[in-house]
């Protein structure tokens, strides 16, 4: 059997109406089209005879169907860009906010406001959650150190104070030693006179 051809071609009709044609080749094998008219021909052709096929579409139904499509696509392909565009946003100020958030409280606690802490975001069970709860999770550790730091310097100024209240002490009872022993070394002294 021969290659079939399939051509289309714009034509015109005895009145001016434009149409396309479809052309195609037609042996024993069939049209080429579908496997199933291929048998059909086939089991139908008692000789190799060749023919065409012709089908004709009208060139305004034509240009009408595909404007209609491509204003159909044009319009599906807006709406969903449209909504390609706010899922990317809503997805993005859920991803901003929290991170925005975070390091707002972050110069809070560089600035020693170590009871900041951020609460938009804690609820997600992605990587942003995760870094809003570790957050947390630090600022939280920071003000107990700090105030555990706080206890441990109160208690050195308290330990501090104890000292030099006792090293007081110690150095009046030197002073009266000293004074005591001017005192004998002057008794003796007045007394070896």
């Known amino acids: 059997s021969a290659t079939n051809c399939m051509c289309w071609k714009e034509m015109k009709d005895a009145a001016g109406r434009h149409y396309f044609e479809l052309t195609a080749s037609i042996s024993s094998a069939g049209t080429g089209m579908s496997p199933d008219l291929g048998t059909l021909f086939g089991a139908a052709a008692t000789n ?32 969903l860009i449209s909504i390609a565009i706010a899922v990317r946003f809503v997805f993005a100020k859920r991803m901003v906010t929290p991170i925005t958030l975070v390091g707002r409280a972050a110069n809070q606690i560089a600035a020693g406001n170590l009871l900041e802490r ?3 975001g804690e609820n997600l069970r992605d990587e942003i959650g995760d870094l809003v709860r570790n957050f947390n999770s630090m600022a939280l550790r920071l003000e ?22 006792e090293l007081e002490q110690a150095n009046r009872k030197l002073k009266e030693l000293d004074q005591l022993k001017s005192d004998f070394i002057s008794t003796v002294s007045h007394e070896l006179r």
């Open 48 to 79: 190799p005879t060749w023919g065409e096929l012709r089908v004709g579409v009208d060139r305004q139904e034509f240009d009408h169907g595909v404007d209609a499509l491509v204003r159909k696509n044009i319009f599906l392909a807006a709406g």
């Open 118 to 120: 951020v609460h938009r």
């Open 144 to 165: 107990e150190n700090r105030e555990e730091m706080n206890l441990l310097h109160s208690r050195l100024e308290e330990k501090v104070l104890e000292r030099t209240h």
